[in-house]
């Protein structure tokens, strides 16, 4: 069975600091790795994804992740964070043998940038 | 415009009244899903469709039923809804179910069952 978890319910950071949000999958295969994110009632919007190939992965609004297999992690980061960036952030899993059903999303971590 | 629409966008009911919340993608996406998101628990699958009159269960089926007659809708239908039932729901489509593929999600529906 595949899983995920965002060990942190919350981060804090400073506006202009860099930000990292944790998580870590677990799956019987290869993964697939997502990142979204929520604003305020608002659905989720797709940041950036792991298939295959370099580990590190950039994405929308300056946001990059690193996956790294022999820790089963895929950990978000950002060099400098804004205010604009508090939201609801969700890293989500797929096995790449598990055709048809689809991710598996953390419980999500909120993060607050504060001026 | 590209999307994925959902209504109404929040509903209010009393426990056994039955219910449809509706879901519309204008990319003509082979597969849609339904989600529930509640506090804690991130996102859990309730049902999915691959195409056009096929549709399986997810992680939390109990209480909801699907339909997909045509490709571009995927209503949800709570029978006899429960305030357990009280969530957050998303719809979202992909083009193709292989995982690589990104989900596009709709604003989200909030119910609250009395």
């Known amino acids: 069975a595949q899983s995920v978890a965002q060990p942190e319910d919350q981060v804090n950071v400073a506006e202009g600091n860099p930000l990292t949000v944790k998580c870590t999958y677990s799956?019987?295969?290869?993964?697939?790795l997502f990142w979204y994110v929520q604003y305020p009632n608002r659905g989720l919007q797709f940041l950036l994804k792991?298939?295959?190939?370099?580990?590190l992965v950039k994405g929308s609004y300056g946001f990059e992740a690193e996956f790294n297999k022999s820790q089963t992690s895929f950990h978000l980061k950002k060099p400098s964070a804004l205010v604009s960036d508090s939201a609801l952030y969700f890293c989500?899993?797929?096995?790449?043998?598990?055709?048809?059903?689809?991710?598996?999303f953390g419980p999500g971590t909120r993060l607050s940038v504060l001026p | 415009e590209a999307q994925v629409t959902q209504n109404p966008r929040y509903l209010i009911t009393v426990t056994g009244k039955k219910l449809t919340v509706t879901c519309s993608q204008n990319?003509?996406?082979?597969?849609m899903s339904w989600y529930r998101q509640d506090p804690g628990l991130g996102l859990r699958q309730i049902y999915y469709?691959?195409?056009?009159?096929?549709?399986d269960k997810g992680d939390v089926p109990e209480g909801y039923k699907v339909s997909r007659k045509e490709k571009r809708n995927f209503p949800l239908i709570l029978e006899s809804p429960s305030p357990n039932q009280t969530s957050l729901y998303f719809c979202?489509?992909?083009?193709?179910?292989?995982?690589?593929?990104?989900?596009?999600f709709g604003p989200g529906t909030r119910l609250l069952v009395l």
């Open positions: 989500a899993v797929r096995d790449a043998r598990n055709y048809g059903q689809n991710f598996v």
């Open positions: 792991y298939i295959t190939g370099d580990n």
């Open positions: 799956v019987s295969g290869n993964p697939y």
């Open positions: 979202a489509s992909s083009p193709q179910p292989a995982g690589v593929e990104t989900q596009y």
């Open positions: 990319m003509n996406h082979e597969y």
């Open positions: 469709s691959m195409n056009v009159e096929v549709t």
